[in-house]
């Protein structure tokens, strides 16, 4: 009887221990198991060079949302089209300027809003129209290296 005891112990013990992993693994991973409290907008830029998807989004200095998808855009095929989550209950003006930014001099990139004036906000699906690519340090660089700096 007690070795049926101790193995109901243990087992029990076990399924806890893998529920605990379960449940970091989510929150770690940043996944969404049960729907999410975001909404989601668009923009097309340039050049996203660096940027990479789960860079953050930042509005005054806050952490707002992430970048969900990076891919070609469909319409142009010569423009980057970037997808961003945005937390519910964050307004975003139709007039932001979305600018590619980095943390620091050689840091991670992310997506910086600096809101505009107007009254309409963006809706799920939205897009953004005003953006500034990502600067290429590697490509100054080069350029002042090799003498074409204008």
Do not use: W
């Not at 004036?117 to 799920?124: A, I, P, R, T």
């Not at 897009?127 to 600067?135: D, G, L, P, V, Y």
């Amino acid at each position: 009887m007690n070795s049926a005891k101790l193995e109901l112990t243990v087992g029990i013990f076990m399924l806890i221990g893998i529920l605990c992993l379960g449940y970091l693994s989510i929150k770690l991973g940043k996944m969404e198991l049960i729907g999410s409290n975001n909404y989601r907008i668009s923009a097309r830029f340039d050049s996203v060079s660096g940027l990479k998807p789960g860079a953050r989004i930042e509005l005054a200095g806050v952490e707002v949302g992430t970048v969900e998808r990076i891919g070609l855009s469909n319409a142009s095929g010569d423009q980057a089209e970037v997808t961003m989550k945005i937390k519910d209950g964050i307004k975003i003006t139709d007039d932001v300027i979305a600018s590619v930014r980095t943390s620091g001099i050689i840091g991670d990139k992310f997506i910086k809003l600096k809101p505009g004036g107007s009254d309409q906000l963006l809706k799920n699906g939205g897009k953004i129209r005003e953006t500034e690519s990502a600067i290429d340090i590697e490509e100054l660089v080069s350029k002042f290296i090799h003498g074409k700096v204008d």
